[in-house]
């Protein structure tokens, strides 16, 4: 069974910094690419960060220039740096991957459970 544990978020100044880890474990044979989505009971889920599987990225908008995404494929992390933090980014940050097993080989996308992460003014 393919699982995915996020850690690092938590409580922030505006202003702060925070590094979010997202663990991938399971029958992996390779992972494909890998999100950061997140979500607050007034909007739906967004995706802010993105890494394809040769590294490239995307980002949303709001945070371009203060988050980077990054990865380990040796080690099946996923990174959020997330810099200059403001309150507007107060939120549930859920990790996405998607995740070729070593029986079947098929591609199949994963979530973890979300990390918090709470930024006052």
């Known amino acids: 069974q393919v699982q995915l544990v996020e850690s690092g978020g938590g409580l922030v100044q505006a202003g702060g910094s925070l590094r979010l880890s997202c663990a991938v474990s399971?029958?992996?044979?390779?992972?494909?690419?890998m999100a950061w989505y997140r979500q607050t009971p007034e909007k739906e889920r967004e995706l802010v960060a993105g890494?394809?599987?040769?590294?490239?990225?995307k980002y949303a908008d709001s945070v371009k220039g203060r988050f980077t995404i990054s990865r380990d494929n040796t080690k099946n992390m996923v990174y959020l740096q997330m810099n200059s933090l403001k309150p507007e980014d107060t939120a549930v940050y859920s990790c996405?991957?998607?995740?070729?097993?070593?029986?079947?080989?098929?591609?199949?996308?994963?979530w973890g459970q979300g990390t918090q992460v709470t930024v006052s003014s």
């Open positions: 399971g029958s992996i044979l390779r992972l494909d690419s």
């Open positions: 996405n991957a998607g995740v070729i097993d070593t029986v079947l080989r098929v591609l199949s996308y994963y």
């Open positions: 890494i394809f599987g040769g590294g490239s990225t």
